[in-house]
């Protein structure tokens, strides 16, 4: 009996050709989702049914033509080009765990890197005729089996009240050596499954300290949390000296861009977690972050007891490694067992971003009305060229619901507020709300204007941890006292 043989894998200048097996030939595909990834076939070999229609924005693709399992299978089928959106019969590989999945743009999707993954797969063309044979339609949701396929679960919004984009920074040293490291993974596990991980909430990378750092996985590696514990158990303990300071500065310099997931006007946190006490000096490492906007938590476990003090640089590492020292940003275990009773006042800190103030700005910490004159002696186009003033102002601030804020209120004798402080969270929406203002015309009146706007727009957000700031747009004098309501808005502001 002749094999068939078909080409699965080519790396450099080597194919790797596998065997067939008779009577395959007529084996019904599984109907899968977009979603399905690799690892939820556990099959050395199958024949797999992609639906159409899936978004490639959406897709999680890790590698090209070897990819991790993780990755979407339709995905990863789209960007080899097995198949193109309208879906159709994959056949998937099983392959073994590697090191590097590559970055490579093709077919309308950017796959991702990932440093390393426990298992692989590659995919090809299903036989064309597959697709007939089952006579179900591509949506089936049910495999020949005849047990039912897991719903398809959407992408989670997370916690929306828990906005950071966080970087965990474990200790990969000899210091703690092997057992005490996974036991640390476990506890990071933990930390992460409660803080509600999704695509509004937050995301979370890793990086390890060892002789030399290494970013495992960035913040747009994984947007929910079962995908991050993934990643979390596969992390390989590295050894060599504790360099802390030296992985806490490559973690500022270089984890949190815009290339690797970090989101404007959401706090940048590291949370490093210390077995002991660090190798080299963390306090210039610690100034680093702090230019860098990133906020330092330090998770210490197990100080060093009074015979190990010599060995340390710096017996005050924690107070000058944090974002302030005021108590908020250290703390303290024990050890690494039973630590499940600390994960919650660990996650609480970490979701109070009015806290975070390595993170404030005067570009995504501050609430600013703008009182816009709307009297008659403005006319209408230079009322336009002061909404295209304001529109400017607005664009260089962060915008976003715990970021910056803007309001808007247009006044003649009377007054208008056009949008509050809590109407909307996005520049976008600010500057398309400001650029269809409506020209009021009347006559002047500043100090009333003044007086609503601080009564009106501030009134309500009195209690928020930013600054306030009240901008006057006019051309000329009003025909009221400004001088009394101004002053009472400086006392209002104290």
């Known amino acids: 009996m002749s094999a068939a043989w078909i080409p699965v894998l080519c790396l450099g200048v080597c194919l790797l050709l596998l065997p067939e097996p008779a009577g395959s030939?007529?084996?019904?595909?599984?109907a899968i989702t977009c979603f399905t990834r690799g690892l939820d076939i556990r099959k050395e070999k199958a024949d797999v049914l992609c639906p159409g229609g899936c978004a490639l924005e959406e897709f999680s693709v890790f590698g090209n033509i070897v990819y991790a399992s993780v990755s979407s299978i339709c995905g990863a089928a789209v960007h080899r080009g097995v198949i193109s959106n309208s879906g159709g019969p994959v056949r998937i590989y099983s392959l073994p765990g590697r090191e590097n999945y590559s970055s490579v743009a093709a077919n309308g999707i950017q796959s991702q890197t990932l440093s390393r993954w426990s298992a692989s797969f590659t995919?090809?063309?299903?036989?064309?005729?597959?697709?007939?044979?089952t006579g179900q339609a591509v949506s089936t949701a049910r495999p020949p089996t005849g047990k039912r396929l897991k719903k398809t679960p959407e992408k989670k919004t997370g916690n929306k009240d828990c906005k950071a984009d966080i970087a965990f920074l474990i200790d990969g040293s000899f210091n703690i050596g092997q057992r005490r490291f996974n036991l640390q993974k476990n506890f990071v596990g933990k930390v992460a499954l409660m803080l509600g991980i999704g695509t509004e909430g937050p995301h979370v990378g890793l990086v390890q300290a060892s002789e030399h750092p290494k970013i495992e996985f960035y913040l747009k590696n994984f947007t929910s949390a079962k995908d991050v514990l993934f990643a979390i158990k596969e992390v390989g303990f590295r050894g060599g000296n504790s360099n802390t300071g030296k992985a806490l500065k490559h973690t500022a310099q270089k984890f949190f861009t815009a290339d690797t997931g970090v989101r404007k006007g959401i706090p940048k946190v590291v949370v490093v977690f210390i077995d002991g006490w660090p190798s080299d000096d963390i306090e210039e490492a610690g100034i680093v972050a702090r230019e860098f906007g990133v906020n330092v938590f330090i998770v210490s476990v197990a100080k060093p007891i009074p015979e190990e003090l010599g060995m340390v640089q710096d017996v005050a590492f924690v107070d000058k490694a944090v974002c302030r020292n005021n108590g908020f940003f250290s703390y303290h275990m024990p050890n690494w067992f039973g630590?499940?009773?600390y994960?919650?006042?660990l996650v609480q800190k970490l979701c109070t971003?009015?806290?975070?103030?390595?993170?404030?700005?005067c570009y995504n910490s501050v609430n600013i009305a703008f009182l816009i004159d709307g009297s008659s002696s403005v006319g209408d186009s230079n009322f336009r060229l002061m909404l295209e003033f304001v529109s400017n102002i607005a664009k260089t601030f962060e915008i976003s619901d715990i970021g910056a804020k803007i309001a808007a209120v247009q006044f003649t004798y009377d007054q208008r507020t056009e949008f509050s402080f809590t109407d909307y969270s996005t520049k976008e929406n600010i500057l398309a709300v400001i650029r269809n203002i409506r020209y009021m015309s009347g006559g002047t009146a500043t100090g009333e204007a003044i007086s609503f706007t601080v009564r009106n727009v501030f009134g309500p957000v009195r209690d928020s941890p930013n600054k306030n700031f009240l901008v006057i747009v006019t051309d000329g004098q009003s025909y009221d006292d400004v001088r009394g309501p101004a002053a009472a808005a400086h006392d209002a502001a104290k």
């Open 25 to 30: 030939e007529g084996a019904v595909p599984i």
């Open 123 to 133: 995919v090809t063309k299903g036989k064309s005729g597959t697709q007939e044979a």
């Open 339 to 341: 630590t499940t009773k």
């Open 343 to 345: 994960v919650k006042p």
């Open 353 to 361: 971003h009015e806290q975070m103030m390595c993170s404030k700005t």
